[in-house]
């Protein structure tokens, strides 16, 4: 049970992963990245997040490792804090408050008990670089109020600063600009490059640094997609800098090998470029990444490198250039015009994604599922390119069809419309197109809903356009002689004194469909496809409509531009009540009779969730956001809630989501992100915390059977003997290599000492004379009891035992029985 007042507002996972480098373990085995004011640990080998690292207030602004302790990891907020975190565990260990929004993380090897921190102080667009000691303290909240100025008028994106080699300097860029501070000299020396202002197209600003690690080099990119490597730079006129250019867009981020002897670049271009040896003739390519390349990380052991794309994905790549795991977030579209959709099968959130993508996201995993190309066509990226752009989507009949609307309009005048009808394949697991049609109205579809009811035979889908007709369309057969087929065709054409139809949905049990004409709603008979009723209240046009569920069935719901709330009796065809409240979310929940409306008002968004037969709300949050929420939907839960208060039991069946203005996704919760992990995560956490040696998969495996046997037999059986007591796995295993025969000939003694006997307490008990006695009894008795039919079954199961439970000495004595010699009783 969940207590009350507990429930708060969160944010439920679609935080950018790319928005600073992500770091790697010492080992290579987790990556960390930014999520929001999360830090998220993921696994490289298997994708998933095994720990969220919560505990800023704020956004998080970078990560690095401890220099000193390789299991810990430091991270920044603008909250004013550094927090150090043992990412095993998910604890975190010690809070330093520094008391200045912090824009970026640094750490030194050789700076010991210090960071370096960006941080703003007077101007807002005015960088600087600053080093924070960090006392030493057994509590767990310390103030680090000891900051020591390194250098100013940088910019604040980390990737702009640099260390160079064993820490001797660090190298910052902003505009025309390179500036390197000595550490030991304490001094500063600053490059200029000209801004060629009068040469045409030519931009030698700097976007992103690095330095080399054992050399002393820095390397910057450029606006112009060039690199240039700056050598002798303790000199400010001996200094020399060669360029290398292949980008013919910006440089967006630099990295050098952990041995420095290549460098890595990416773009615009979304191609990995390895410069080996910093030649140009001698580079290799990693392309098609799919999206920009944001940012570039190495791991400290050098085995592994990841990108960062604009498209909120992590790419982890291996040494020799190849991709190994993706790790794909909430894919942030410029616009969301489908809205949030959820797919009945998976109960994925479904939204625009890549350019011409439907993106299928796990709520539960925050993780991407799949991306389904709807325009099927090559994406140019040219920002003067009117694009094609996907508008409406709609799932309907249980997740069978999906139907999808696209456009692009580059005049007035010049309209290019289709609607495309997409059929689940269950062997394939995908949706396969089925019907496309071409300009399936004269002006712009405003609308779409399948009817979604269990009772209609006919699978039927209704569009609303701004040229003033709504069109039915039904699902026919289009077989042939060839083969067997169906197909959707249009059914029926409807219209409202030439209005702009603007909004269509049907009632729950589908025998209504409700279109809004601008200010007039019109309901009509879906099987006959007759206007029954029409309400007008001239309050603006209609801009959300939806029917009641279950015992409120009998109403409508429709939301104004004029801030107007109405909700209309279908029995009495008159208005039931109405109120001022401006709208932007109207949204029903499929499992109850509870609808939520969403509000915007001076002070941000609030929320009203109520039934339309009950004039008081069953629960209102002011503030729910300081942004304008665009979208909302409810997803039905796998596991009910036991919420027990009459204002939070709406959450029981369902959980609301809804996106803001900046596409940040947000829920109501009572537990926290890292109690909401699923099980098999944890399972994968432990299991790679274990070593993976080649005996651990022969005797760990078998030792875990072992464990899962003992305890399901309870104390019937004597515990087996452990195999490290082996004697010959023990001499395996405790030989020095040199001294061991051939591997050969070892190979059968060692599978047969793993071939273990079972052993009771009648072994070590009876004799052998025993035994042969009860043996000979046993076998009388069976001949005596041929007639009968019927046995008892625990004696066939304790003369299986012991006829199966043979001790050594008893093979023996069987064997020599065998070879004696009976011949002559055939005399007799």
Request: with cysteine; proline share 3%; glycine share 4%.
């Amino acid at each position: 049970m969940v207590e009350e007042g507990v429930l708060r507002v969160v944010r439920s996972g679609g935080s950018e992963l790319n928005f600073r480098r992500a770091v790697f373990s010492a080992d290579s085995k987790y990556l960390f990245c930014v999520s929001g004011d999360f830090v998220k640990v993921y696994s490289t080998v298997t994708e998933e997040c095994v720990h969220i690292l919560q505990g800023h207030s704020k956004m998080v602004t970078g990560i690095q490792l401890n220099p000193n302790n390789h299991l810990q990891l430091y991270s920044s907020s603008l909250d004013g804090t550094i927090k150090l975190w043992d990412y095993l565990d998910g604890i975190l260990i010690k809070t330093f408050i520094v008391g200045h929004k912090l824009h970026g993380l640094f750490t030194l090897a050789h700076a010991e008990n210090s960071v370096f921190v960006t941080i703003n102080k007077e101007k807002p667009d005015v960088f600087q670089l600053v080093s924070v000691k960090l006392p030493k303290s057994s509590s767990q909240e310390i103030e680090a109020k000891e900051v020591s100025f390194v250098l100013d008028y940088i910019n604040q994106s980390p990737k702009c600063v640099a260390f160079g080699h064993e820490g001797e300097y660090v190298a910052a860029v902003r505009d025309f600009y390179l500036s390197v501070y000595f550490f030991k000299k304490k001094t500063t020396s600053r490059f200029t490059l000209s801004s060629s202002k009068n040469k045409k197209h030519a931009k030698n600003d700097f976007t992103c640094v690095a330095c080399h690690p054992k050399e002393d080099c820095i390397a910057s990119g450029h606006r112009d997609g060039k690199i240039r490597l700056w050598r002798n730079f303790d000199d400010d006129k001996k200094y020399t800098y060669t360029c290398l250019h292949w980008h013919h867009d910006m440089v967006m981020d630099l990295a050098f090998s952990v041995t420095g002897a290549s460098l890595l670049s990416g773009g615009r271009e979304s191609v990995l470029v390895e410069w080996r040896d910093a030649t140009e003739k001698n580079k290799e390519f990693l392309p098609r990444l799919g999206a920009t390349i944001e940012h570039i990380s190495v791991s400290p052991a050098g085995d592994l490198f990841c990108t960062s794309h604009s498209d909120n994905k992590i790419i982890v790549i291996h040494r020799n250039l190849e991709a190994s795991a993706v790790i794909q977030g909430l894919v942030k579209d410029r616009n969301i015009f489908t809205g949030l959709l959820i797919d009945p099968r998976t109960r994925a959130l479904v939204l625009n994604g890549k350019p011409g993508h439907l993106q299928f996201y796990s709520l539960q995993n925050d993780k991407q599922l799949y991306n389904l190309d709807i325009i099927q066509q090559e994406y140019i990226n040219d920002y003067d390119l009117i694009q094609i752009e996907l508008t409406k989507a709609a799932f309907g009949c249980q997740g069978n069809w999906l139907a999808t609307v696209e456009q692009r309009q580059e005049k007035e005048t010049e309209l290019e419309l289709q609607m495309k009808l997409w059929a689940y394949n269950k062997k394939t697991q995908g949706f396969v197109l089925n019907t496309k049609v071409s300009m399936p109205h004269d002006d712009h579809i405003t609308a779409l809903c399948f009817c979604n009811a269990r009772k209609s035979e006919t699978p039927t889908l209704v569009t609303c356009s701004k040229d003033g007709y709504f069109k039915v369309w039904i699902l026919t057969d289009d077989s042939d002689i060839y083969k067997k087929a169906v197909g959707w065709t249009c059914d029926f054409v409807g219209s409202y004194h030439k209005y702009q139809a603007t909004n269509c949905c049907f009632s729950e049990d589908g025998s209504l469909l409700a279109v809004s004409f601008e200010e007039t709603v019109t309901l009509w008979d879906s099987e006959t496809w007759e206007l029954k009723c029409t309400f007008c209240q001239r309050a603006g046009k209609v801009r959300y409509l939806c029917f009641g569920r279950f015992t409120c069935s009998k109403y409508l719901l429709g939301a104004t531009d004029n801030d107007i709330l109405c909700c209309w009796n279908l029995l009495s065809c008159t208005l039931e009540w109405s109120t001022k409240l401006s709208v932007r979310v109207l949204e029903p929940d499929r499992n109850s009779e509870n609808i939520a409306a969403i509000s915007q008002s001076s002070e941000g968004s609030d929320l009203f969730v109520f039934k339309p037969s009950e004039p008081r709300p069953l629960y209102i949050q002011k503030n729910i956001s300081r942004e304008e929420v665009h979208w909302g939907v409810f997803v039905p839960r796998d596991v009910p809630e036991t919420f027990t208060s009459e204002s939070y039991q709406w959450l029981n069946r369902s959980q609301l989501y809804f996106l803001t203005k900046s596409q940040s996704l947000l829920t109501f919760s009572a537990k926290s992100p890292e109690e909401k992990l699923t099980p098999t995560s944890k399972q994968l956490l432990a299991e790679e915390s274990l070593p993976t040696t080649p005996f651990y998969f022969i005797l760990g495996k078998h030792r875990q059977q072992q464990d899962e046997k003992l305890n399901t037999m309870g104390n019937e059986l004597v515990q087996l003997p452990v195999t490290e007591n082996i004697p010959a796995i023990s001499e395996l295993l405790h030989t020095p290599a040199h001294v061991l025969p051939s591997a050969s000939f070892l190979c059968t003694m060692f599978v047969n000492s793993l071939l273990l006997s079972k052993k009771t307490n009648s072994d070590e008990e009876i004799p052998d004379d025993e035994d042969m006695e009860e043996k000979e009894s046993d076998s009388s008795d069976e001949e005596n009891d041929v007639t009968e039919k019927v046995q008892d079954t625990n004696d066939i199961d304790a003369e299986e035992d012991i006829i199966h439970q043979l001790s050594k000495s008893e093979e023996k004595e069987l064997r020599k029985l065998r070879k004696v010699d009976y011949s002559w009783l055939a005399a007799l």
